[in-house]
Nanobody
Framework: QVQLVESGGGLVQPGGSLRLSCAAS????????MGWWRQAPGEERELVAT???????NSQDSVKGRFTVSRDNAKNTVYLQMSSLKPEDTAVYYC??????????WGQGIQVTVSS
């Protein structure tokens, strides 16, 4: 089993920045991909960005150039640095991890609100 705990969300003005963190514990030695998804009210959950254990990252087009996913394997932590935030980035952000057996794990979610 893997436990994921997110931190760093909150309220920010448009154009501002936030950094989300997600610390993994448990059977972390089996983890391969980690990353972030988000779900806005009335919308389906969507992929934001992922990163593999060797540092290969992927992100959706709407956040390219604004969001950066990174990972510290020694700390078992994945980060999402968000800049130039827009109101449409408002959502609950979920930390995600997949192990080598393709089992998926989710954090409890953390609210990010972009509003003036």
């Amino acid at each position: 089993q893997v436990q994921l705990v997110e931190s760093g969300g909150g309220l920010v003005q448009p154009g501002g920045s936030l950094r989300l963190s997600c610390a993994a514990s448990g059977s972390i030695f089996l983890l391969s991909t980690m990353g972030w998804w988000r779900q806005a009210p009335g919308e389906e959950r969507e992929l934001v960005a992922t990163i593999t254990r060797d540092g290969t990252s992927n992100s959706q087009d709407s956040v390219k150039g604004r969001f950066t996913v990174s990972r510290d394997n020694a700390k078992n932590t994945v980060y999402l640095q968000m800049s130039s935030l827009k109101p449409e980035d408002t959502a609950v952000y979920y930390c995600y991890a997949r192990n080598i057996m393709h089992q998926n794990y989710w954090g409890q979610g953390i609210q990010v609100t972009v509003s003036s």
